[in-house]
């Protein structure tokens, strides 16, 4: 069952320890088929030395397990929650990836000081609200993904694919597995970017007319970074 999705996703777990994202088993990624509505995701604390394509786990989007040995990740109903409130996704991330935790775990948001920011994330990436007792205590890991999506409440998630959980760390997203870990590095190298900035000085925002050139050269229908497919 899904076995392209599969290898897919296996592959894309590997990149984030390739990409230096995660160290022991602080990681998953997962993608999604549009036509069955399923979900493929890695499987809950296994070393990704020893993990396969075939110890994917394949979910519904009520968290029924439909194939697979072995337990799905602990974050997987975070992943459901975005699945369904963005629809457009392919693909989730999530990490603890040193420089955008350290944001998250102080409860700042990723300002957009400058272009290199800009050309991948519509403005600063947005840190949710903390959790209450009760959220926490009660389906605790899909109650993270419904802070996510109300945090970008309002707004195109693909134009801002990652957002931080406060005292947790990040989540990106994507057209596929491979877009959405593509988007941890970037936020991983914005957020280390920043967090030197805000040592050296006390830099403003960037401003929106240089924003807006950034972004939008490289994103919707009049961009015109790279080559014309």
């Avoid at 030395?49 to 439909?66: C, I, P, Q, S, Y």
Wanted: with cysteine.
């Amino acid at each position: 069952m899904l076995e392209k999705l599969k290898e897919e996703v296996f592959r894309a777990n590997l990149d984030l320890v390739r990409h230096g994202l995660v160290i022991m088993t602080w990681g998953n990624v997962s993608g999604i088929d549009s036509e069955s509505g399923l979900m493929v995701i890695k499987p809950s604390g296994v070393s990704y030395d020893k993990m396969t394509a075939a110890d994917m786990v394949v979910t519904d989007l009520d968290g029924n397990v439909m194939e697979g040995t072995l337990n799905p990740s602990t974050d997987a109903p975070t992943h459901r929650a975005l699945y369904k409130s963005f629809p457009g996704i392919g693909g989730i991330v999530h990490t603890h990836s040193t420089h955008a935790t350290a944001w998250a775990q102080a409860g700042r948001m990723i300002p957009c000081l400058g272009t290199t920011h800009a050309d991948h994330f519509y403005g600063s990436v947005p840190i949710t609200r903390k959790l209450t007792e009760e959220e926490t205590a009660n389906d605790y890991e899909y109650n993270t993904g419904l802070v996510i999506a109300e945090s970008l409440r309002g707004s195109d998630p693909m134009s801002m694919p990652a957002v931080l959980v406060a005292s947790h760390g990040p989540f990106t997203w994507g057209t596929t597995p491979a877009d959405a870990v593509h988007n941890a590095v970037v936020l991983e190298e914005v957020a280390r970017m920043a967090a030197i900035s805000v040592t050296l000085a006390d830099p403003t925002e960037i401003d929106r007319h240089l924003l807006d050139r950034h972004y939008l050269r490289k994103h919707g229908k009049n961009a015109y970074y790279g080559q014309k497919k």
